[in-house]
Nanobody
């Protein structure tokens, strides 16, 4: 399984972006997905988690603004980001767990200007 992340870019504060994470190969048993971000000079942090049953969890700073979802038909996980803030700037990575294994995408840059 390989993950291809896309959808990043430059956006003004208050704008929106939707990140996509497309998985190639067979997803035998989906056991979760997550989006992480790494801001300049900071460690990678989890921002959104999607559980197999559909439950979602978000870090406090994005709650109410971000939404993680999955489309099983095309093996894609999404991160809808609304009301973006400059502090949301960073490289966003997708993570998918399937069949006891962990997969990572290559990262997509999100830059929010004030």
């Amino acid at each position: 399984v390989q993950l291809q992340a896309s959808g990043g870019g430059l956006v003004q504060a208050g704008g929106s972006l939707r990140l996509s994470c497309a998985a190639s190969g067979s997803i035998t048993r989906f056991t979760g997905a997550a989006w992480y971000r790494q801001a300049p000079g900071k460690s990678r942090e989890s921002v959104a988690i999607l559980m197999p049953g559909g439950s979602t969890y978000y870090t406090d700073s994005v709650t109410g603004r971000f939404a993680v979802s999955r489309e099983p038909a095309n093996n894609t996980v999404y991160l809808q980001m609304n009301n973006l803030k400059p502090e949301d700037t960073g490289v966003y990575y997708c993570n998918l767990q399937s069949g006891g294994r962990d997969y990572w995408g290559q990262g997509t840059q999100v830059t929010v200007s004030s």
